[in-house]
């Protein structure tokens, strides 16, 4: 019996010192504030691990609506909404809620997406109020890594030259230690409401 419970004990352990990437911890947005990342943003494109890509698989037209929590101000409502493969396709909505330690919040936020049981550390990282923000999540579970770096922009289409050094700066903060490959978010006819 007792061999049992050591032989337990060390393949527990093994599950939470799995030798994967563990999240970062990048430098957040200069100058941040809640109400310059207020309102709408499309997803240009997005680096993801499978696990991070639960909610966007098959999506298009991707969006984000980013408001103050009416029943509670110390958070934060992001409406994460996509159409299933097509733009007139079934509309899928994930609302998450940010909340901070630090008041007024610094662009570091953790997010819950019910039913997840386990908050995901959100990041503001670059924050251009008017035209372009990237955001990092990362959530470590049973000892896996699963994380996203969202290109943004207030428009459905950016510059490609700006997608490119937000890419090179998620690179210089080892946002992708796994090396995947950008996926753009198709725009095409999207229909937002």
């Known amino acids: ?42 997803e240009i494109g997005k680096v993801q691990t499978s696990g991070g890509a639960f909610f966007e698989k098959d999506c298009v037209c991707t969006h984000i609506d980013v408001g103050q929590s009416r029943k509670d101000p110390s958070e934060t409502i992001v409406s994460n909404i996509c159409n299933k493969k097509t733009f007139d396709g079934k509309r899928i909505i994930a609302n998450g809620t940010l909340t901070s330690n630090r008041q007024p ?49 207030r428009r459905p289409t950016l510059n490609e030259t700006v997608v490119e050094n937000l890419l090179k700066l998620a690179e210089q903060y ?9 996926t753009r978010t198709n725009q095409t006819n999207c229909i937002y409401t």
């Not at 080892?174 to 950008?182: A, H, I, T, V």
């Open 105 to 153: 919040s610094d662009g570091r936020y953790n997010e819950t997406i019910f039913p997840a049981p386990i908050p995901v550390a959100y990041n503001i990282i670059v924050l251009q109020t008017n035209e372009f923000s990237v955001e990092y999540d990362c959530v470590v579970e049973f000892g896996f890594a699963n994380y996203c770096v969202h290109i943004l922009s």
């Open 1 to 42: 019996m007792r061999l049992i419970y050591l032989v337990s004990l060390f393949l527990l352990e093994g599950v939470y010192t799995w030798p994967d990437a563990p999240c970062r911890t990048p430098p957040p947005a200069a100058n941040y504030t809640l109400e310059q990342y207020t309102g709408r943003w499309f």
């Open 174 to 182: 080892d946002l992708n230690p796994e090396k995947l490959k950008f």
